[in-house]
Each structure stands twice: as C-alpha cells, then as structure tokens.
C-alpha cells in the first residue's frame, strides 16, 4: 500500500506540471492576443469603396460635360433616392439647376450639400457662383427699374 502511494503522488505532480503550462500557455497567448488587436483599427480606410450613388455622380458629370442638364439632373434625383445625404450628387444637382438658371433650387440643393459635408468643393464652387449672379442681379434690376421709371412715363399705357 506504501508503495501504492508513492505512485500516486508522483503521478500527481505531473498533472500540476501539466497546469503550469497551461497558465504558461495562456499568458503566451495574451500577448500575441494583443498584436492582434493592434490591426484591428485600420478599417476606417473603408471609404474608397465606391457606392451607388458615386457610380451615379460619375455617368452625370459625363452628361454635365457634354452640357445634358436633363439627364443628369434625372441621374442625380435618383442617386439622391438611394443615398440621400450624398454631399457629391447634392452639389452636382445644383451646378445642374445653376446652369439651367435655376437659382432657388441649385441653392437649396447647395445647403443640402454643404449640410452633409461643409468642405465640399462643388458646393462650395455653385455658393460662389450663385453669389456673384446675385450681385451681377442686383445691379442689372437696379438699372431696369432706372429705364423703367423713364421709360414707364412715356410708355406706362395711361392715358391722361
């Protein structure tokens, strides 16, 4: 029975060696666990992926070059569905309503623009433009109403 014993406790601590290791392993595993961790961050670069709506912006700046407002207006509209908040198509519809001399709706479809992404350069590009329209409008309606007080004399349609 003695000797029974002494096997017994010999073959009790290889079965502590063998949890030794096991902790040795564990910890061996935390540390490769956390250069793991260490590339997890850059997904953020997930942005090149191109979406509908870029296809979208692509197919009417070709209609835009080739002066189609319609139809890249329709393919924006569209685009806008699906993404609506899409800076790009916003600030391309309105370049499309400012070369229609559409100037209420390029500017509100410039505020959407700018809503969604205030560095937008097409947006930032048709605010300019709308801007300078409207001071050139300004100076051409006070003109206007100078002729028009002389010539309203003469041409008014009273007669006295």
Do not use: I
Request: charged letters at 20%.
């Amino acid at each position: 029975a003695v000797g029974t014993g002494s096997p017994t406790k010999s073959a009790t601590p290889p079965t502590n060696t063998a949890t030794k290791p096991a902790a040795a392993t564990a910890a061996a595993t935390k540390p490769a666990a956390t250069p793991a961790a260490t590339p997890a961050p850059p997904p953020p670069p997930k942005a090149p992926v191109d979406s509908v709506a870029d296809g979208s912006c692509r197919r009417a700046q070709g209609f835009m070059d080739s002066k189609n407002y319609a139809k890249a207006s329709l393919e924006l509209r569209e685009a806008l569905k699906r993404e609506p908040k899409h800076s790009q198509a916003h600030a391309l519809l309105a370049m499309c309503y400012f070369q229609q001399n559409q100037a209420t709706m390029a500017k509100l479809e410039v505020q959407k623009a700018l809503a969604s992404n205030p560095q937008e350069p097409t947006a930032l590009e048709v605010k300019k433009k709308l801007e300078q329209a409207a001071a050139s409008g300004a100076k051409e309606k006070k003109n206007e109403s100078k002729l028009g007080a002389f010539f309203g004399g003469l041409f008014s349609g009273k007669k006295k």
